[in-house]
């Protein structure tokens, strides 16, 4: 987590009253090894996207976060403030080489599932009457195409990301 202290008057480093240390960054892996449910964001490139998908993780009780390469960093002032801090509280990590890493996912038993508008893909009320699997990771992506066929292909269940779907959730 973030250490912070009181500032440091001597070294006048920082114009506010506090100083926040950034931990040295987690491995994926050790991130994943401490959740039971994941969120990969697959490269979002907007600030807003970004730090809502923290502030939502952390409402629907989601464990961490793993960011693909060219994700925008979620420390950028405007992914946090959209957070509302969820970004300095919830775990998360850069996922590299990706897409290879939903393989080591696979090995490590964890179900992937990524939301696609393309077909083919299963309903929402299919995938949930199914019930979860005990480790579940969702993949998501910018709007429109959502996830490359390259992310998709990688033993994942392809969730129907269209509005219809979503619109019937109970």
């Known amino acids: 987590a973030y250490e912070i202290r009181p500032r440091d008057w001597s070294s006048d480093v920082c114009s506010s009253d506090l100083l926040v240390r950034r931990p ?4 994926w892996e050790a991130v994943a090894a401490r959740a039971t449910r994941l969120l990969v964001l ?3 490139t907007d ?15 989601v464990d961490a976060l793993l960011l693909t390469p060219g994700t ?11 957070s509302m801090g969820h970004v300095l509280r919830l775990p998360w990590a850069t996922v590299t080489p ?3 890493a939903l393989d080591a996912l696979h090995r490590a038993g964890w179900q992937t599932v990524v939301l696609t508008p393309r077909q083919p893909s299963v309903p ?3 995938w949930v009457s199914h019930g979860l699997a005990p480790r579940v990771a969702l993949v998501v992506s910018t709007e429109g195409a959502g996830v490359s066929d390259a992310v998709a292909d990688r033993k994942s269940t392809r969730l129907n990301s269209s509005h219809v779907a979503l619109s019937r959730m109970p």
Request: hydrophobic share 40%; net charge negative; with cysteine.
């Open 47 to 61: 600030a807003d996207n970004v730090g809502s998908a923290f502030r939502n993780a952390a409402a629907f009780g």
């Open 72 to 82: 925008c960093d979620p420390l950028y002032r405007k992914a946090v403030r959209t």
């Open 24 to 27: 040295s960054p987690l491995s």
């Open 98 to 100: 990706w897409p290879d």
């Open 42 to 44: 697959d490269g979002l």
């Open 124 to 126: 929402l009320e299919t």
